[in-house]
């Protein structure tokens, strides 16, 4: 009788381990991409802006699983700081004391969890900003939370 309660202990087991299949959960682990390598690409590094324009910020987004979200945020550069991600180094002007310096920030949700998107917003720069140095900076976030963030220099003129 004892044996038949560890042949059947036994059975079980092996059953309920034959059983049970592994759920194997492919987990995202790249972050997305900016493309800004198109020739309809803008702006790129040492681009220069009109004051008092507009202009579409456009790119190719792109990410392995499903894209979440991308922002702008644009911001002054008069005192030198860096974190330009481009090799290319642009001319810039004297270190300034900003008194109406251009800032924007703008969040954009990505609809349909597509694997690629073209972005495109337009942007309105104001008439009476200071010109000068500024940072155009780019941050795309997949749906699984991977970002990644393009830092280029521009330069508004008057």
Same mark, same amino acid.
């Given at each position: 009788?004892?044996?038949?309660?560890?042949?059947?202990?036994?059975?079980?087991?092996?059953?309920?381990?034959?059983?049970?299949?592994?759920?194997?959960?492919?987990?995202?682990?790249?972050?997305?991409?900016?493309?800004?390598?198109?020739?309809?690409? #803008?702006?790129?590094?040492? *681009?220069?802006?009109?004051? +008092?324009?507009?202009?579409?910020?456009? /790119?190719? @987004?792109?990410?392995? !699983?499903?894209?979440?979200?991308?922002?702008?945020?644009?911001?002054?550069?008069?005192?030198?700081?860096?974190?330009?991600?481009?090799?290319?180094?642009?001319?810039?002007?004297?270190?300034?004391?900003?008194?109406?310096? #251009?800032?924007?920030?703008? *969040?954009?949700?990505?609809? +349909?969890?597509p694997q690629q998107?073209? /972005?495109? @917003?337009?942007?309105? !720069?104001?008439?009476?900003?200071?010109?000068?140095?500024?940072?155009?900076?780019?941050?795309?976030?997949?749906?699984?939370?991977?970002?990644?963030?393009r830092g280029i220099?521009?330069?508004?003129?008057?």
């Amino acid at each position: 009788m004892q044996r038949l309660k560890q042949y059947t202990l036994m059975a079980f087991l092996l059953c309920a381990t034959i059983a049970c299949k592994k759920d194997t959960e492919n987990i995202d682990t790249e972050k997305p991409t900016i493309d800004l390598s198109a020739s309809t690409a #803008f702006p790129k590094q040492c *681009s220069q802006i009109t004051r +008092g324009s507009s202009f579409t910020f456009h /790119a190719k @987004l792109s990410d392995n !699983v499903a894209l979440g979200s991308y922002s702008i945020d644009i911001h002054h550069n008069f005192d030198h700081h860096s974190h330009s991600t481009e090799v290319e180094e642009c001319t810039l002007e004297p270190v300034k004391k900003p008194v109406k310096p #251009f800032v924007l920030v703008k *969040s954009v949700t990505i609809p +349909g969890q597509p694997q690629q998107y073209d /972005a495109q @917003l337009q942007i309105d !720069v104001p008439a009476d900003i200071d010109p000068g140095n500024y940072h155009f900076m780019i941050q795309v976030t997949d749906q699984s939370g991977w970002s990644i963030q393009r830092g280029i220099s521009v330069r508004i003129v008057e």
